[in-house]
């Protein structure tokens, strides 16, 4: 294991300009990469759609024609939801959505009609608006039982323009 540093890795201001300006290049150094690398992945994506293109239009149509031949046949399932052939299963599922055309006209007519219900359908959900307490005294702030956390951190910003000296 090698030796652990004591302090901090440069003496001057100057050096740390230099550890900005490295970070600088690393950074531009990065972000070419990954444009070409997403350069890359979106020519290989139009390869992948041309290539495709006729396969996808194809089953489109191979959809379409299964449902109409499945909707004409359904007799032939003979009350059940689907039928097993050799290369797969056709089926027919029901599925129902709750569609709410007007909420406030439904949370208001829940309250009318059940009282008793409300608590049940109707969601409040509570929460303190923090960018107006956060102007509140401390004192103020303690009746309450909030506290405000200060913290430094520490940042620091290259120059892209002036990195390439």
């Known amino acids: ?3 652990k540093r004591v302090g901090p890795a440069w003496t001057d201001w100057n050096e740390a300009d230099e550890a900005l300006r490295r970070i600088g290049e690393i ?38 024609d299964l449902k109409q031949f499945a909707e004409s046949r359904r007799a032939d399932l003979e009350g059940k939801q689907s039928k097993e052939l050799h290369h797969g299963t056709v089926s027919f599922r029901r599925a129902s959505k709750l569609i709410v055309h007007n909420e406030a006209n439904s949370i208001t007519a829940v309250k009318r009609v059940f009282p008793e219900q409300v608590a049940a359908v109707v ?8 960018e107006v307490i956060e102007k509140w005294a401390s004192s103020d702030l303690a009746a309450i039982g909030v506290t405000t956390d200060e913290k430094e951190t520490f940042g620091y910003e290259t120059k892209y323009e002036e990195a390439t000296r």
């Not at 070419?32 to 041309?50: D, F, G, P, W």
């Not at 969601?123 to 923090?130: D, F, I, Q, T």
Request: avoid cysteine; hydrophobic fraction near 40%.
């Open 123 to 130: 969601a409040v959900k509570e929460s303190l608006r923090k």
């Open 27 to 64: 950074d531009r150094a990065e972000k070419a990469s990954e444009l070409a690398m997403n350069r890359q992945i979106e020519t290989a994506r139009e390869v992948h759609r041309e290539k495709t293109a006729a396969m996808v239009a194809e089953r489109k149509v191979l959809e379409k």
């Open 1 to 3: 294991m090698g030796k």
